[in-house]
């Protein structure tokens, strides 16, 4: 048994899956599971794809060395950069676009390598991260008639990011609208209208979605079965498809305050410190360079974080219900910044049971 371990469950990994894709056929809208937090983890890609989920998604083109295998339709979620047309066009049936000299740069190197690439055009619609303003976007769509490399397939639309922006039925419906009337204005079959991620997933699910919005980006709430507007659980999901495993490599006794004079910790940071007398505590083999440990939430009670390093966390045990040992270990639950972390992190171990 190697640690510190990211452990998954692959019977609930597969019922959300199964779960989110129900809902979408239920409503005739179409999905594409993002695999950006766990790095395109192989045995999960293949596991989705084994049960027809074969529309993925992805923001690192080292993923789609994976993706590739199994995907039916494989989406870059990032902007391509211009370094990099030659890989997207190579790798991705599909990528997300809001410049039109990337996708001036994308229409020739598929031209070169035979292809025609498929591009969604995203919209400004608030949330300030990626998109062309509506102007703008109709602006694009009219200059890429000319460059033969490249197929319009869609729009699309960002929330919940940068801003933070909510989507709500307005944002919808603009997109929608938008769509819509460049169909009509230029002969358009747009196979998708894309509303968004998992912060979207509160309109499907109680039916407001437009009609013509048919087709959103969805990552946290199939690995961790919560939408991401108002931070809710998914009913019938699970939330505890990941977990974390480390090792405790201490467990002693010491003073609550440091001896000595005080100045910025391992990470640069300034700290301060309470008096609460000894405490028994325990240090576990993971640290700053494979996750956010603040942020671990132990499935024991007891446990209560101090402190870490870059690769030392100190828990204080004292009120823990058991005895620690070296070699013992203590298992976590994760939120997505955690997951992102430790799936990304060499270090830790990858583990599907």
């Given at each position: 048994?190697?640690?510190?371990?990211?452990?998954?469950?692959?019977?609930?990994?597969?019922?959300?899956?199964?779960?989110?894709?129900?809902?979408?056929?239920?409503?005739?809208?179409?999905?594409?599971?993002?695999?950006?937090?766990?790095?395109?983890?192989?045995?999960?890609?293949?596991?989705?794809?084994?049960?027809?989920?074969?529309?993925?998604?992805?923001?690192?083109?080292?993923?789609?060395?994976?993706?590739?295998?199994?995907?039916?339709?494989?989406?870059?979620?990032?902007?391509?950069?211009?370094?990099?047309?030659?890989?997207?066009?190579?790798?991705?049936?599909?990528?997300?676009?809001?410049?039109?000299?990337?996708?001036?740069?994308?229409?020739?190197?598929?031209?070169?390598?035979?292809?025609?690439?498929?591009?969604?055009?995203?919209?400004?619609?608030?949330?300030?991260?990626?998109?062309?303003?509506?102007?703008?976007?109709?602006?694009?769509?009219?200059?890429?008639?000319?460059?033969?490399?490249?197929?319009?397939?869609?729009?699309?639309?960002?929330?919940?990011?940068?801003?933070?922006?909510?989507?709500?039925?307005?944002?919808?419906?603009?997109?929608?609208?938008?769509?819509?009337?460049?169909?009509?204005?230029?002969?358009?079959?747009?196979?998708?209208?894309?509303?968004?991620?998992?912060?979207?997933?509160?309109?499907?699910?109680?039916?407001?979605?437009?009609?013509?919005?048919?087709?959103?980006?969805?990552?946290?709430?199939?690995?961790?079965?919560r939408e991401t507007s108002y931070g809710q659980d998914l009913p019938?999901?699970?939330?505890?498809?990941?977990?974390?495993?480390?090792?405790?490599?201490?467990?002693?006794?010491?003073?609550?305050?440091?001896?000595?004079?005080?100045?910025?910790?391992?990470?640069?940071?300034?700290?301060?410190?309470?008096?609460?007398?000894?405490?028994?505590?325990?240090?576990?083999?993971?640290?700053?360079?494979?996750?956010?440990?603040?942020?671990?939430?132990?499935?024991?009670?007891?446990?209560?974080?101090?402190?870490?390093?870059?690769?030392?966390?100190?828990?204080?045990?004292?009120?823990?219900?058991?005895?620690?040992?070296?070699?013992?270990?203590?298992?976590?639950?994760?939120?997505?910044?955690?997951?992102?972390?430790?799936?990304?992190?060499?270090?830790?171990?990858?583990?599907?049971?």
């Open positions: 048994m190697r640690n510190p371990c990211l452990r998954m469950n692959r019977k609930k990994f597969l019922a959300n899956a199964q779960a989110l894709g129900q809902a979408f056929a239920q409503q005739g809208k179409k999905v594409h599971f993002v695999t950006k937090c766990v790095c395109a983890y192989e045995p999960l890609v293949k596991l989705l794809a084994e049960n027809g989920f074969t529309r993925l998604a992805d923001a690192r083109l080292e993923n789609f060395e994976v993706l590739k295998k199994y995907a039916e339709d494989s989406l870059l979620l990032r902007l391509p950069m211009l370094s990099e047309v030659d890989r997207v066009v190579s790798l991705c049936d599909i990528s997300l676009n809001s410049e039109a000299q990337t996708i001036a740069a994308l229409s020739n190197a598929a031209l070169a390598q035979g292809k025609v690439h498929k591009v969604i055009l995203m919209l400004e619609l608030g949330d300030r991260r990626e998109g062309a303003s509506l102007e703008e976007a109709e602006d694009i769509v009219k200059g890429m008639q000319k460059h033969k490399g490249v197929k319009l397939v869609g729009l699309g639309a960002n929330f919940n990011c940068y801003g933070g922006v909510i989507p709500d039925e307005g944002k919808m419906q603009m997109l929608g609208d938008f769509a819509q009337s460049l169909e009509d204005r230029y002969g358009l079959e747009l196979e998708y209208v894309s509303g968004g991620n998992s912060g979207s997933l509160y309109l499907l699910n109680q039916g407001k979605l437009p009609e013509q919005v048919n087709h959103l980006r969805i990552g946290e709430a199939l690995l961790l079965g019938g999901m699970y939330q505890d498809v990941f977990s974390l495993r480390a090792e405790v490599i201490e467990a002693k006794t010491k003073h609550s305050l440091p001896d000595g004079k005080i100045g910025l910790n391992a990470l640069g940071q300034p700290v301060s410190f309470e008096d609460r007398g000894y405490l028994q505590r325990v240090i576990l083999a993971i640290g700053a360079q494979d996750v956010e440990p603040s942020a671990l939430q132990p499935l024991e009670e007891g446990i209560e974080f101090l402190g870490n390093s870059s690769d030392h966390t100190i828990y204080n045990v004292s009120d823990y219900r058991g005895e620690l040992r070296v070699g013992d270990t203590l298992e976590f639950a994760l939120d997505y910044a955690c997951l992102l972390r430790l799936s990304t992190s060499p270090y830790v171990v990858k583990e599907m049971y």
